[in-house]
């Protein structure tokens, strides 16, 4: 995305009365830095008794800051100095840069756990493909000397979940036409949108998760990282316009909101062909993968914050990967699973204490005491966790179970403790393997059928994890 500049007057909400000029810089990947000539007192003092001042090490938290740029409102969440030069130890100082986690442009917000939004618009990396909605034909050839293509209005799709109404729908721009001296050439757009409702007004971090939420979904289903794209949240009251006839237009009251995030959109670089999906809403309903996937993935949120956040932030060694791979495994059970073992609890503590009551030393049975408990092992775990997907589809990525469950117990101990001093077993294979295992089961819980679940399994093994 290109850089943004925004240039205004800058202060925060409890002293409107010092504002600041400066320029809020938008870089590509969501980086945002405000600079001010001048800038804010951030430093923490304490009086004395003997009535001098002790100025602390420690700076003030910057919850907010708001900007009015040509009009424009702006408020900025998060912020800490990156650097102050001027104003000594104290005072404010004479320039001063900023970082902001967030901006929210069009809004003055005080605090952005105010319940002030009710709706999101959301792009996604990849999205248009994988809801494959029939927006654009186009000809492959010349038929009678004519090549054609046509953009279509498709229906909306749409789902629930905890009383919110999570929608897809097209955008559509219709063609455009530009006319160069050295040709004529015709563009159409089509792209999709997630649509996210609340039964009541809510807060901006509500939103955030669904579009989290949602952005890990096409990640699994394209097995690739897909970010993203944009944020408009619509304010509770809209604006009122007046029209060139003279009556008036109700509109939604836009909010964009820009960061940094985890993985940076690449909106115009080329997408994921259909055919490598690992599935689609043709394979499975909008209205029935919504609400399943959401279900699913709050129930297993550590799991999956490990999981994905390895798609979009891939760690350089195999060793940091693999690890990371055995802690979503072993998370991703105790989610799904939990804890159960072959031994009921009521049995184990009788057998617990009987083994306890044996040793008369003390510390030796305080010592056996905190050794012994009542969980699935990690091999286990693994095991337990291979037995969800059907066996035909899991051995079409791990033919022996069982060597695999120990491989991977023996390295991630041995990277866990040892840093991996001494494993010798083929780790590359052990991580492509777990991360297509991993993707398999979560793809499985979504209720695909064994036939799609088949095709994933052929295709998994081949992404770049």
């Known amino acids: 995305m290109e850089e943004r500049k925004f240039y205004g007057e800058w202060w925060i909400p409890e002293g409107e009365g010092s ?6 810089t938008v870089a590509g990947d969501g980086d945002l830095q405000l600079e001010l000539i001048g800038g804010f007192d951030l430093n923490v003092t304490s009086s004395n008794p003997d009535g001098s001042t002790t100025v602390s090490g420690a700076s003030k938290d910057l919850p907010a800051v708001h900007g009015i740029c040509e009009g424009t409102l702006v408020t900025l969440v998060n912020c800490f100095s990156l650097l102050s030069r001027g104003g000594w130890f104290v005072g404010e100082p004479a320039f001063q840069r900023l970082y902001a986690q967030r901006a929210l442009i069009g809004i003055h917000l005080h605090d952005v756990t105010d319940p002030l ?3 999101a618009t959301v792009r996604i990396e990849n999205l248009t493909s994988w809801l494959a909605m029939p927006l654009m034909t186009r000809s492959w050839g010349f038929e009678n000397g004519i090549a054609s293509a046509e953009l279509k209005v498709a229906d909306s799709l749409s789902a629930t979940f905890d009383g919110w109404t999570i929608s897809a729908g097209p ?18 757009d089509a792209t999709a949108e997630l649509y996210f409702d609340p039964p009541d007004p809510s807060a901006i971090e509500n939103f955030d998760r669904f579009a989290l939420e949602f952005m890990d979904l096409v990640t699994l289903a394209s097995g690739s990282p897909s970010g993203v794209i944009s944020v408009f949240l619509d304010q509770i009251e809209d604006e009122v316009i007046e029209a060139g006839d003279g009556h008036q237009i109700s509109r939604p009251r836009q909010v964009e909101l820009v960061g940094r995030r985890i993985h940076t959109a690449e909106p115009d670089a080329e997408a994921v062909k259909p055919h490598n ?3 689609t809403c043709r394979d499975l309903p909008f209205d029935v993968v919504a609400p399943a996937w959401l279900a699913l993935r709050r129930k297993a949120s550590a799991a999956c914050n490990v999981f994905f956040g390895m798609r979009y932030a891939t760690p350089g060694f195999t060793e940091v990967r693999l690890l990371l791979l055995s802690v979503s495994l072993e998370a991703l059970h105790r989610s799904l699973i939990g804890n159960t073992t072959d031994l009921p609890g009521e049995k184990f503590q009788q057998l617990r204490e009987t083994v306890l009551a044996a040793l008369e030393d003390l510390e030796e049975r305080a010592w056996l005491k905190a050794r012994l408990y009542n969980e699935p092992s990690f091999k286990e775990r693994a095991l337990s966790l291979a037995a969800l997907p059907p066996a035909t589809t899991v051995a079409r990525i791990i033919p022996n179970l069982e060597q695999w469950a120990k491989e991977m117990r023996d390295v ?31 793809i499985c819980q979504l209720g695909l059928s064994d036939e799609i679940l088949q095709r994933v399994a052929d295709n998994v093994l081949h992404l770049d994890f």
């Open 19 to 24: 504002r600041k000029p400066g320029v809020l």
């Open 117 to 119: 939004f009710k709706r």
């Open 171 to 188: 955008s559509l721009r219709g063609f455009s036409y530009t006319e160069t001296r050295e040709s004529h050439r015709v563009s159409g």
């Open 277 to 279: 999906f690992l599935f």
């Open 412 to 442: 991630r101990n041995g990277i866990a403790h040892v840093a991996g001093e001494g494993v010798t077993h083929d780790i590359f294979k052990l991580q492509m393997q777990t991360a297509a295992l991993l993707s398999l089961v979560l």
